[in-house]
């Protein structure tokens, strides 16, 4: 069955970096694309970054741009989310999602990472 | 990249149904038949409930239901079940990739 696996989520102070990582397994990882998407405590859903199945095009969310990079190491079924000049306002739970087709359409999540920007 | 727009809250008698809206504009919802849902139970992680405007995955229920009409897409819950309180949000693909969620929907059952 399909299982997205989040991890390095933390605390970091203002202004630092923090790496995410999503581990996949249970469908063929490279022929499929990749969202990050972040809940901040007690708000809503909020689109953070797309990559492409080969990672041939990323996009972002305005908020994030700039600061955030999306990457994937289809060898290693692992997608990621490289995070710097972190601010408060990035606190949240980070989840990774499966684009079922391109569209949009996330047909699987995982169980999400709680990152902490704080001093 | 501005979130789709979504009543606050919506509330319904077990049995009864409820509608859900998800307006946006030309250049989302109304532009493309790729609108989901999403049901978010608290303290999980949200699950796909509808793809591609009226579409359900293998394993939800045949009592959610969606539509959509000009830029305003709706979510339809009938016979209302305790086991449907949650928060619900919706979705569209944009020709930019980069697919704004709905502000979300609080839905209590009485």
């Known amino acids: 069955q399909v299982q997205l696996v989040e991890s390095g989520g933390g605390v970091v102070q203002p202004g630092g970096s923090l790496r995410l990582s999503c581990a996949a397994s249970?469908?063929?990882?490279?022929?499929?694309?990749m969202h990050w998407v972040r809940q901040a405590p007690g708000k809503g859903l909020e689109w953070v970054a797309f990559i492409r199945y080969d990672g041939s095009n990323k996009y972002y969310a305005d908020s994030v741009k700039g600061r955030f990079t999306i990457s994937r190491d289809n060898s290693k079924n692992t997608l990621y989310l490289q995070m710097n000049s972190l601010r408060a306002e990035d606190t949240a739970v980070y989840y990774c999602?499966?684009?079922?087709?391109?569209?949009?359409?996330?047909?699987?999540w995982g169980q999400g990472t709680l990152v902490t920007v704080s001093s | 990249q501005s979130a789709l727009t979504q009543p606050a809250s919506v509330s319904g008698s077990p049995g009864q149904s409820i509608t859900i809206s998800c307006t946006g504009t030309?250049?989302?919802?109304?532009?493309?038949?790729?609108v989901s849902w999403y049901q978010q139970h608290p303290g999980k992680a949200p699950k796909l409930m509808i793809y591609e405007v009226s579409n359900r995955p293998s394993g939800v229920s045949n009592r959610f239901s969606g539509s959509k009409s000009g830029n305003t897409a709706s979510l339809t819950i009938s016979g209302l079940q305790a086991e449907d309180e949650a928060d619900y949000y919706c979705s569209s693909y944009t020709s930019s990739s980069t697919p704004p969620f709905g502000t979300g929907t609080k839905v209590t059952v009485l």
């Open positions: 999602a499966k684009d079922q087709d391109y569209y949009g359409n996330l047909d699987y």
């Open positions: 030309s250049s989302d919802v109304g532009g493309y038949n790729y």
């Open positions: 249970g469908f063929t990882f490279s022929s499929y694309g």
